[in-house]
């Protein structure tokens, strides 16, 4: 099976920087798209990052000029940087990544676990 561990999380200052991080593991053939999504308390999750495997990067609004989205093919990992974080940046970050585990094989969604992120005033 796949596997999606992210770590990185945790309490920081308004202002401060966090670098989440999310390795894939297990029965991987190849990997599209990899993603950051955040969901806040009594909200929907909502996407904040992407980037494909060639490197093409898409933003949500709220966190252009503030986030970075990158990835190590090599290691199928998927990072995100944060900087200037807001009291309104806290919520349960989720990794989610679209994998094929076979050569032939069609790509399936696949989800982390999740890792809280929180920002104080």
């Known amino acids: 099976q796949v596997q999606l561990v992210e770590s990185g999380g945790g309490l920081v200052q308004s202002g401060g920087s966090l670098r989440l991080s999310c390795a894939a593991s297990g029965s991987i053939f190849s990997i599209s798209s990899m993603s950051w999504y955040q969901q806040a308390p009594g909200k929907q999750r909502d996407l904040v990052a992407q980037?494909?495997?060639?490197?093409?990067?898409i933003y949500a609004d709220s966190v252009k000029g503030r986030f970075t989205i990158s990835r190590d093919n090599a290691k199928n990992t998927v990072y995100l940087q944060m900087n200037s974080l807001k009291p309104e940046d806290t919520a349960v970050f989720y990794c989610y990544a679209r994998i094929a585990q076979q050569r032939n094989g069609g790509y399936s969604a696949f989800w982390g676990q999740g890792t809280q992120v929180t920002v104080a005033s």
């Open positions: 980037i494909s495997s060639v490197g093409t990067t």
